[in-house]
Nanobody
Framework: QVQLVESGGESVQAGGSLRLSCEAS????????MAWFRQVPGKEREGVAA?????????YADSVKGRFTISQDNAAKKTLYLQMNSLKPEDTGMYYC?????????????????????????WGQGTQVTVSQ
């Protein structure tokens, strides 16, 4: 069974940086999609960034392009990162790591204009990011 554990969330001031980590275990696939979503109370989960593992394609929401970077360390460790720079108060939220063995979830990494949908079967517990002015 796939398990995802996020870490790295904390409170920072606007303009600061954070790096979120997601450790994945139980993954047996060679090709899969991993992504970060965020959510604030009362709003739907927003797809922030995605990475097609082994394909190398990435997706970023318009709101984070140029500021956030999604990456993975070597495949053996299966740790996903989200480097967040120039943080803004609107980046505040609970950040979730997700995984889908079906590459269709990573379609936005290959098709401009598509939005990342929260149709992933595996989710972590989330890590809170709070950005203050």
């Amino acid at each position: 069974q796939v398990q995802l554990v996020e870490s790295g969330g904390e409170s920072v001031q606007a303009g600061g940086s954070l790096r979120l980590s997601c450790e994945a275990s139980g993954v047996t696939y060679s090709h899969y999609c991993m992504a970060w979503f965020r959510q604030v109370p009362g709003k739907e989960r927003e797809g922030v960034a995605a990475l097609w593992i082994s394909g190398g394609f990435t997706y970023y929401a318009d709101s984070v392009k140029g500021r956030f970077t999604i990456s993975q360390d070597n495949a053996a460790k299966k740790t996903l990162y989200l480097q967040m720079n120039s943080l803004k108060p609107e980046d505040t939220g609970m950040y979730y790591c997700t995984l889908d063995e079906n590459i269709r979830s990573c379609a936005p990494t290959m098709h401009a204009g598509m939005l990342l949908k929260p149709d992933f079967p595996f989710w972590g517990q989330g890590t809170q990011v709070t950005v203050s002015q």
